[in-house]
Structure formats: C-alpha cells, structure tokens
C-alpha cells in the first residue's frame, strides 16, 4: 500500500453517492428485496448479504443477491417483479437527515459538487424527479449515473472510475470558467456502503463514511479497515484488471488505483449529516475557487 505520507489538502469539491446517503432510498431497497422473499418462503434480507450489494452496480449486486437469495424463480421473473415494487415505493424517496443543510453550506463555502451513484437512469429518474430542490444543487453535467457509457463495462464501485469521472466532468465546467482543475486529493466523497468508501480511496480522494446503523453495527470493529478501503471489496474475479491511470496524486506519491492505510486521516466515519464539521476538511467561509 501507498502512503500517503502527509495530512490530507483542504477540499475544493464534494462528490456525493446517492442512494441511502443523500435519500432514503436504502430502506425502499429492503421493503422490495423482502417482500419477494418473504412471497416464496425465503429468509429476509440479513445485513451481511445487504452490505455486499450496497454501491455495487446491478449486474454484480444482483449475482451476489441470486447467489445467496436461491429463489425458486428466474432472475427475469425477480426482475419484473423488482421493478414493479419499485416504480411504487421509488418516488415516495425523501432526503436524509442534515443534506439539504449540507449541500446549502457548500454551495455557500463555494464547494463545487457533483453526484457519482451506481443507479441507473431509470431508477434515478424515479427517485429524484419528485425531489426537485435537492437535485438542483447537481448541474446535469454533473451528475454521473452507474449506466454511463464512460464507464467500462465491470468498473462499478468498488473500483475508482465512477469518482475519477464525476472529477472530470467537474473541471471540464471548471477550466472553461478560468477556474483551475481539483485535484482527487482535493474532493471529498460522501458514500454509505462499504464498496462506495473503497472506490473513493482508490480515487486518491478524502472520503466519509456515514452508514446505516445497521451496516456499522455488521462492520463493528472493522470501521479503520472501512475507511482506509482496506476491506477487500474490490475483487479482481468481478471487476476488469486496474488500468494504469495517468492520474497521479500528491506529486506522483502515490498512484490512483490504490486504497489508503489504517489511519492515514483521509478517512472520516459520520454517524449522521446533521451539523457537518466543515472546518476539519479546511473548508472556511469563502473557499477558493
């Protein structure tokens, strides 16, 4: 493992997961999962298997879920009626606890923000099309879904390429403003599950940590390993061998690709949104540009 080897730079951007971070969206999740589970007799969904899913993209959540689930229909058959319940419970979603307070500060401190979630168009437009005045604080440039052509097939979270571009989307609008780009050093991602926290490190970016209490209850004891992406989600059987990156952070340190180490202070658990510590990540009153 690469070290980082000095204190983590102040942020100049925040890129935010979506689903059980910035909406409520994780427990909708569960109340469909459970309610075709408990239709052919299985077992409710455990935390264990849920904290696997979490963040990942469908196709590899869904060999996880199948593989565990061992229902007695076909994967079309679930997927019908997945999606059944979820076109009734998706646009019931409401923001958590603390965000809206959370994006209005940063818009204030001058946080540039962008969205990088696993979600596809679809599902997201059910989520989101009702919540019209939180998603307006993510220009439509800037947000990156999990279906995005610009993401190779395989290299969903836990892998770094949705964060690296939510990073370059930003300073594409950037450079054209005059502004200079943000480095991975420089953001700061904001993710629930396990997998999402192991691509914000091998992004090189800051990241927080702010899970269910459910899954910090499953990950008691391993919450350093958490956020040093140390957890071993990234499995080279499911995700296309790492591609060199020209990406380098903190002057060829330590290359993009790589998570951190157990208490390198670039990783930070929140158990909660609410009264977010802007200070501790350098963040002032009038952030630079």
Known sequence: MGSMNCDPPPIRAALFDMDGLLIDSEDLYTICTNTILQRYNRPTLPWSIKAQLQGRPGPQAGAIFHSWAQLPIS???F???QSELQRELFPRTKP???VMELLRGFREKGVHMALATSSHAGNFKLKSSHLPELFE???RDHQVLGDD???PPGRGKPAPDIYLLALKVLNRTLTEQGHPPIRPEECLVFEDSVPGVEAGRRAGMQTVWCPHPELLVEYTGREKEVLAGLTGEHKED??????HTEVEVLEGKRRVGMPGEIDDGW???LKSLEGFPYHEFGIGQSTLN
Not at 238 to 243: K, S, T
């Open 267 to 269: 990783g930070k658990l």
């Open 79 to 81: 997927f019908t009626e």
């Open 137 to 139: 604080y993510f220009h």
């Open 96 to 98: 958590l606890p603390g």
């Open 75 to 77: 994967k079309d058959q």
């Open 149 to 151: 052509p610009r993401i």
């Open 238 to 243: 499911e995700e296309a061998e790492l591609q």
